[in-house]
């Protein structure tokens, strides 16, 4: 049986680090920009109700309007085609949404080209040095790409021919997706899909396998680095929408100092 109790004392002494792997979230949030006329996604905005004043004397609060994928957010099988008779937010167990973290880091690819595409040898290589990725893993994608977080033009980094950020292949996507019993993946970026994968042999590979197959995807995570390669917990917390294709979440990792 797990000693939960040793645990939560390992974490009020700090020897277990809660590591919040969660954007802030505020009007100035990047969002996914797709071209018209599609539909668009609501940038997040608050709506003051009282601030200790005559409108509520004693409390300040805010209704909120936002699109669910807005921020670092929960993508559910429900949100693509191929998921479309699986789980909305609200019917995804609660058991699947911990597990652990492996990370497979690809900073310096990333740094020297932005378009850059894990792929499937990049997996089996990381499995030969790492071991065999367990079964319930949420795969964290580290790019370094959240240092843009801040900055929509350079976060999209888009160009005459599209935003350029890094993702996967359709062959890893596929991979992830069919040959294993992870989770889902969370990456820094804003979506799970590199930026040009509106152009791959399977348009949107990650969205359209990873949650066909009834698996999940993290995006605009923080402080990847924070991470060992193995070893950490991750906990998503989306709220629990009735009908929902997704929601912002926040993200936290437990990690053993």
Not at 45 to 73: C, M, Q, V
């Amino acid at each position: 049986m797990a000693d939960l109790s040793a645990l939560a004392k390992e974490i009020v002494a700090g020897s277990v680090e809660v590591v919040d792997l969660t954007a802030p979230l505020h009007e100035n949030t990047p969002i996914l920009m797709l071209p018209e006329p599609m539909g668009q996604t609501a940038r997040f905005k608050l709506e003051e109700i009282s601030n200790y004043d005559d409108r509520g004397p004693a409390w300040y609060w805010n209704n909120f309007h936002t699109g669910e994928h807005t921020g670092t957010h929960f993508d559910a099988p429900i949100h693509w085609v191929t998921g479309k008779n699986l789980d909305d937010v609200s019917q995804v167990p609660a058991q699947r949404l911990v597990g652990p973290a492996c990370v497979m880091d690809f900073t310096k690819e990333v740094e020297a080209n932005p378009d850059f595409l894990l792929d499937v040898p990049h997996i089996k290589a990381w499995e030969e040095k790492n071991g065999a990725i367990p079964k319930n893993a949420w795969i964290m994608f580290r790019t370094g790409w959240s240092k843009y977080g801040e900055d929509a033009v350079k976060y999209a980094n888009a160009d005459a021919n599209g935003p350029h950020t890094p993702g996967l292949t359709v062959a890893a996507a596929e991979h992830f997706a069919t040959k294993t019993e992870i989770l889902g993946m969370g990456v820094e970026t804003v979506g799970t899909d590199a930026g040009g994968a509106f152009g791959f042999s399977t348009p949107f590979p990650c969205h359209a396998l990873f949650l066909g197959n009834n698996k999940y995807g993290l995006t605009q995570l923080r402080n990847l680095d924070k991470l060992p390669t193995t070893g950490a917990i991750v906990i998503a917390a989306p709220l629990k929408i009735v009908k929902g294709s997704g929601s912002p979440c926040r993200v936290l990792a437990l990690v053993s100092k």
